[in-house]
């Protein structure tokens, strides 16, 4: 057993509650590897911003469990050699079962997700019910889902979306005890979030997505007044990676996110989690392709991850100082 406190690592109460009193979100960025926990230290370090680290089940296969650990340690020694000792949360991103939640816990982990959401809801409450009986033995968060968001990210999939049922939220809230709560209002996973024909296109011919329902949050803030709501799936696909990507050899077809604006107004609420991970893989691939065109010669993993670490580092600068508000918040 290792605790999360060894490592340096806090969990989300605390981050939470200043998130929602002021009014901004916290970045949930995900990683799989040195260069992108890099770009998001260095980032939230540059930017002021408190941050979660977010590992998915296949990012812990990829990296391998012990080694993330180390990474999220070293991520808390980084940032104050860096210069400032930013709140740092090592976070599961969609565990779905209770062992997997409760290994992560053991590995040093201080906060984690249960994904009961596709579960029948009295087997999800029962799920998430005995993640946070563990988990808060040891001063872990949790957090659980209702609802199902549409897409595909690593080993989450869904063909059709289901919104939160606002009527729900309280009496899963109660019988859970979960710490935070991730909804259903319309964001999805992956880089193509919506089809084209659920879109309208603007004067440049960009493709817009429907609004995100507004009315459904708001319904659940009046039932459960105060209390940490998450948002996943929440990528904006920046348009000028897509271009980058696509003319040096990609082949990115209608990929469209959720405008930057919408996000800004969701950090505004009770919403103080704010998930990012494929700006973050289109950022990287975008760099990485320029230079593969631009010089074919080149072999040195370091010339090619170099500049795709710098192109995130800049990303994730924008989310915390311009989209989520989390920027000196640290």
Known sequence: MVSYKDLGLVNTREMFAKA???GYAIPAFNFNNMEQMQA????CVESSSPVILQVSAGARKYANQTLLRYMAQGAVEYAKELGKNIPIVLHLDH?????LCKSCIDMGFSSVMIDGSALPYDENVALTKQVVEYAHQHDVTVEGELGVLAGVEDEVASEVAHYTQPEDVEDFVKKTGVDSL???IGTSHGANKFKPEQCTRNEEGILVPPELRFDILEEIEKRIPGFPI??????SVPQEYVKIINTHGGALKDAVGIPEDQLRKAAKSAVCKINIDSDGRLAMTAAVRKVFVDSPAEFDPRKYLGPAREELKKLYIHKCENVLGSAGKA
């Open 20 to 22: 929602i009193e002021g």
């Open 40 to 43: 998001i230290i260095q980032a």
């Open 95 to 99: 565990g779905n079962s209770f062992e």
């Open 182 to 184: 991730a909804i259903s």
């Open 230 to 235: 998450v948002l996943h799936g929440s990528s």
